[in-house]
């Protein structure tokens, strides 16, 4: 079936410095890329989407770039403060049973940002 | 305040004893979802439902049931818990499945011994 593999893992980095996440998809026909940010007892919340049509998307310190042609995309937050430490998901759009649209989502990685 | 709810946060049970866990959401949503997270394995959809009465299985559905009696209500029935029913469970809804935000709960934490 469809998948999304999602590196790394884990992540540690200091504050201030950059975290990058990485995701790969299978299915070409994908057209939408959520990023969910999950905070400790919570549950997870979209922080940037990008769409197939749209190489890179920024909103202030948060970016998400795209390549279609590698079917991978990416999460880069800068200047990270230690409020970005979270667990952070991927996913990607594929086309469901009787022709829905549905999420498959990444491993999921744990980003801790040391003050 | 937009959300959806889900109960009980926390919920210890024995093997076997039917247990329902309940999601309700206040944006008018025709799409809900149930995901369960598992440490290493992300988010993986249990049961999906595009409207009323209208559901259907996802991923993971072995084990679990569900109902769609309302718009609003969406809940996620363990008929005979196992303990590899152990997890983190998720409820969420969306205006356009796959193509616009999804809101989730709070989640469910469900330990079966």
């Known amino acids: 079936g469809e998948n999304v593999e999602q590196h790394p893992s884990t992540l540690s980095v200091q504050e201030g410095d950059s975290a990058v996440i990485k995701c790969t998809y299978s299915?070409?026909?994908?057209?939408?890329f959520p990023w969910y940010k999950q905070e400790l007892g919570k549950g997870p919340q979209l922080i940037i989407d990008?769409?197939?049509?749209?190489g890179e998307k920024k909103d202030q310190r948060i970016a998400v770039t795209l390549n279609k042609t590698a079917k991978h995309f990416s999460l880069h937050i800068t200047e990270t403060q230690p409020e970005d430490s979270a667990v952070y998901f991927c996913a990607a759009s594929i086309r469901g049973s009787g022709n829905t649209g549905k999420l498959i989502f990444g491993q999921g990685t744990t980003l801790q940002v040391k003050p | 305040e937009a959300q959806v709810t889900q109960n009980p946060r926390y919920l210890i049970t024995v093997t076997g004893k039917k247990l329902t866990v309940t999601c309700s959401q206040n944006m008018n949503h025709e799409y809900m979802s149930w995901y369960r997270q598992d440490p290493g394995l992300g988010l993986r959809q249990i049961y999906y439902s595009m409207n009323v009465e209208v559901t259907d299985k996802g991923d993971v559905p072995e084990g679990y049931k569900v109902s769609r009696k309302e718009k609003r209500n969406f809940p996620l029935i363990l008929e005979s818990p196992s303990p590899n029913q152990t997890s983190l469970y998720f409820c969420?809804?969306?205006?356009?499945?796959?193509?616009?935000?999804?809101?989730f709960g709070e989640g469910s934490r469900l330990t079966v011994l």
């Open positions: 299915d070409s026909a994908s057209n939408y």
């Open positions: 990008i769409r197939s049509n749209v």
């Open positions: 969420a809804s969306s205006l356009t499945p796959g193509t616009g935000e999804l809101f």
